[in-house]
Antibody, heavy 118, light 103 residues
Framework: QVQLVQSGAEVKKPGASVRVSCETSGFRFSIYGFTWVRQAPGQGLEWMGWINVYNGDTNYAQNFQGRVTMTADTFTKTAYMELRSLRCDDTAVYYC???????????WGQGTLVTVSS | EIVLTQSPGTLSLSPGERATLSCRTSQSVTSNNLAWYQHTPGRAPRLLIYGASRRPTGIPDRFSGSGSGTDFTLTISRLESEDFAVYYCQHLGLTFGGGTKLE
């Protein structure tokens, strides 16, 4: 079955970087895209961007332009999201999700809590 | 950029009742590009509806979606205890609405 398993919780200091991984199984990784979404405490879902594994294209939300990089490793079937210059308000649960053919997200990882604190 | 506005912000109902959630877009959108998700605290979001009215395999038929243009609706015909969660609409796999908390 389709599975997306994310890396564990992280604690970072302001100004640092974090990389969250999303290891997949149960489907043909190389033909899909992956979206990253986050939820800060008490807030709603925030779309961060996506990567198309097939051609490497990326599309980042304006709020994260210049601070985020999304990559994918077809050998390990793993998607990655790196966020740099972390601020306290980047504290959130970060989710990876598989993009269906229609663009919506049909399978999700379990989420990774990233805490940014001095 | 298309803005999605969901209402109400919070909906208080009881099991067995009918829930009607609204999602309004700032511009007319293609129905194919409108989706709904359910998010229960501590769990991953779950796709409920895509293409405005289609249910993925495994989603109970008490969930239904409708609408076109700028006005879309998610209806839960008879609430069960596990349905109390936050619901989000989404356009084009990108922007989410602000969410409706069903309590």
């Amino acid at each position: 079955q389709v599975q997306l398993v994310q890396s564990g919780a992280e604690v970072k200091k302001p100004g640092a970087s974090v990389r969250v991984s999303c290891e997949t199984s149960g489907f043909r990784f190389s033909i899909y895209g992956f979206t990253w979404v986050r939820q800060a405490p008490g807030q709603g879902l925030e779309w961060m961007g996506w990567i198309n594994v097939y051609n490497g294209d990326t599309n980042y939300a304006q709020n994260f332009q210049g601070r985020v990089t999304m990559t994918a490793d077809t050998f390990t079937k793993t998607a990655y999201m790196e966020l740099r210059s972390l601020r306290c308000d980047d504290t959130a649960v970060y989710y990876c999700a598989r993009n269906s053919g229609g663009g919506y997200q049909d399978h999700w990882g379990q989420g990774t809590l990233v805490t940014v604190s001095s | 950029e298309i803005v999605l506005t969901q209402s109400p912000g919070t909906l208080s109902l009881s099991p067995g009742e009918r829930a009607t959630l609204s999602c309004r877009t700032s511009q007319s959108v293609t129905s194919n590009n409108l989706a709904w998700y359910q998010h229960t605290p501590g769990r991953a979001p779950r796709l409920l509806i895509y293409g405005a009215s289609r249910r993925p395999t495994g989603i109970p038929d008490r969930f239904s979606g409708s609408g076109s243009g700028t006005d879309f609706t998610l209806t839960i015909s008879r609430l069960e205890s596990e349905d109390f969660a936050v619901y989000y609409c989404q356009h084009l796999g990108l922007t989410f609405g602000g969410g409706t908390k069903l309590e």
